[in-house]
């Protein structure tokens, strides 16, 4: 479940902070009625995404802050129902995420709030408007990127990741595996070590001479 937050909440995170790898501010919310768009929702979406692990990841809609009244609204509502719906089957996994609308007097801030998530990386799966199947991205500061050897490895291998503990698994279940072989070769060993010096006590001949070691 993701807590809103409110509009003063929202006002004071959009003027107290820069954007930044988890903060995004748009002048407008882009209705996704064309391929193109709705590349570009699901662009943001996981870049958003791959980038909040520890905490909640914004977008926010009609804002701009470069201007003295940053609050300047959206000029078209739209539905977290349909957005769930369009992400449906585009990235894997899938982010957990809602979209709402707040009012600011008589405009309509939009808020699309990611939760952190261990899930990453978070993968575009289909060719869809500019983005394609197989992309990973990132917000990196303030701009959208691919991902570095380095993001992958925290993915995988970092604090936050939840894919570590199943690895840890995996290699404790390899090493008691070829623990296991090395055990089973070397009671193979002894047994045909065992079964020479059993021939060659019972044929009576000089301890070694069938290759047992004694």
């Avoid at 929702?41 to 977008?59: E, P, Q, R, V």
């Avoid at 957005?83 to 309509?108: N, R």
């Avoid at 197989?134 to 894919?163: C, N, W």
């Avoid at 010096?197 to 290759?211: A, K, L, N, Y």
């Amino acid at each position: 479940m993701i807590n809103t937050l409110t509009i003063d909440q929202i006002i004071e995170l959009v003027k107290a902070t820069p954007e930044q790898a988890v903060y995004d501010w748009k002048s407008d919310f882009i209705t996704p009625s064309d391929d193109e768009k709705r590349g570009e929702f699901i662009k943001d979406l996981t870049a958003i995404a791959n980038a909040c692990s520890t905490s909640y990841g914004f977008i926010v809609y009609g804002v701009d802050p470069r201007k003295p009244e940053p609050f300047i609204g959206i000029s078209q509502s739209y539905d977290d129902a349909k957005l769930q719906q369009l992400i449906s089957g585009k990235i894997d996994p899938p982010p957990e995420f809602l979209y709402y609308e707040l009012f600011y007097g008589a405009k309509t801030i939009g808020v699309l709030q990611v939760k952190p998530t261990k899930r990453r990386p978070h993968i575009i799966s289909v060719d869809l408007g500019k983005v394609r199947k197989g992309q990973i991205l990132i917000r990196r500061g303030s701009a959208t990127d691919g991902v570095t050897m380095k993001d992958l490895f925290e993915f995988f291998y970092g604090p936050t990741s939840g894919h570590f503990p199943m690895i840890l698994l995996n290699l404790q279940a390899h090493a008691q595996m070829q623990t296991a072989d090395a055990l089973y070769l070397q009671q193979c060993f002894e047994g045909a070590n065992q079964a020479r010096r059993d021939m060659e006590i019972i044929m009576g001949v000089e301890r070694g001479s069938m290759g047992a070691q004694w």
